[in-house]
């Protein structure tokens, strides 16, 4: 997987590149003028229900990090790790709070940006020249009151389905991971399928969860004091642009990886800023996950061989957000 060159497929202009990209993978109108889940649209009722004959064991795994002031963010675009506080306290009595029969309660919020940890990526999130998914004028869609087209309060529902690990750290790297910068091609996925066997197949519909490997090197670092590093936003594994025509052939339902990004950084042209977002959000339409902790349900597929479950991984739908916090549960 390593010496692929970018600009030897797609020549040294990223702009032309992600323009012509575009073109060839648009699902624009797929599914009506008014659509609002993008490749959500693969996963069914029928999908779901197949995917809930997956569990055997009902053994679940959350995939999400905490959320908390520990967290990866350095304050980047005004993002910052979750801010809790509680707001009553055990120190607060029934007399103090006015209850009656010795009753007393304690309570907490938060503020936190709605993608600084565990998350999805809204399908109003990037725009590529001012146009939003479906071919939306973005200025007119996405106000300062939020996403009026494609909020992510409408994908509340649907994103339970049949999940499936590539587990390309432990098919392909060393030690169970890609080193940072390594791009992850199509032929690089397909080589995970094969390898990991027939529960790996993907297709309509599914839900794919990408292990580079490179947060659990981040758990090393911060098991040895050393903190987050570059993890949000720094060099880091990750798809190739050429991935692309494979996210859109396969018709899967949403992506997730265990890195900041998805894509692999610094990304493939020089100057560039996450390039195949520029495609798979507005064009493809396809629903991106960051930040997932995809370890420990590596570690048991690896053990049995199973690389397929039941997968639930609804953002809250908080009205109109481009983005939301999610803590997705795999079943096997």
């Keep these: 997987m390593n010496g692929?060159?970018?600009?030897?497929?797609?020549?040294?202009?990223?702009?032309?590149?992600?323009?012509?990209?575009?073109?060839?993978?648009?699902?624009?109108?797929?599914?009506?003028?008014?659509?609002?889940?993008?490749?959500?649209?693969h996963l069914d009722a029928a999908k779901r229900t197949a995917a809930a004959g997956l569990v055997r064991r009902g053994d679940s795994f959350s995939l999400s990090l905490p959320f908390d002031e520990d967290g990866p963010q350095f304050g980047w675009k005004r993002r910052v790790n979750p801010v809790r506080v509680m707001t009553s306290t055990g120190m607060d009595t029934a007399e103090q709070m006015g209850l009656p029969h010795g009753l007393s309660v304690a309570d907490d919020s938060v503020f936190m940006p709605l993608q600084c940890s565990t998350q999805w990526d809204g399908l109003g999130?990037?725009?590529?020249?001012?146009?939003?998914?479906?071919?939306?004028?973005?200025?007119?869609?996405?106000?300062?009151?939020?996403?009026?087209?494609?909020?992510?309060?409408?994908l509340a529902a649907p994103v339970v389905g049949r999940g499936v690990l590539l587990d390309v750290g432990r098919a392909l790297g060393e030690d169970g991971e890609l080193p940072d910068g390594c791009p992850i091609t199509s032929a690089d996925l397909e080589e995970t399928i094969r390898r990991q066997g027939e529960t790996s197949r993907v297709g309509r519909g599914d839900i794919v969860l990408l292990r580079t490997g490179q947060l659990t090197r981040v758990r090393r670092r911060l098991a040895a004091g050393e903190g987050w590093g570059s993890y949000a936003g720094g060099p880091a594994p990750g798809l190739s642009f050429e991935t692309a025509g494979w996210l859109h052939s396969t018709e899967i339902a949403a992506l997730a990886t265990d890195t900041w990004g998805a894509e692999v950084r610094p990304n493939e042209w020089p100057g560039a800023m996450q390039p195949l977002h520029q495609v798979a959000l507005p064009h493809i339409g396809l629903l991106l996950g960051e930040m997932w902790d995809l370890d420990g349900l590596a570690a048991d597929c690896a053990e049995d061989g199973v690389h397929e479950f039941l997968i639930a991984a609804q953002p809250l739908p908080f009205t109109r957000a481009v983005g939301s916090p999610v803590n997705p549960v795999a079943v096997k």
């Design 125 to 154: 999130h990037v725009f590529d020249h001012g146009v939003a998914w479906n071919g939306r004028v973005a200025r007119e869609v996405v106000t300062s009151e939020g996403d009026f087209a494609t909020g992510i309060e409408h």
């Design 4 to 41: 692929y060159d970018i600009t030897s497929a797609f020549g040294p202009d990223p702009e032309a590149a992600i323009a012509d990209s575009a073109k060839r993978f648009s699902n624009w109108n797929r599914w009506g003028a008014d659509d609002a889940l993008g490749t959500v649209n």
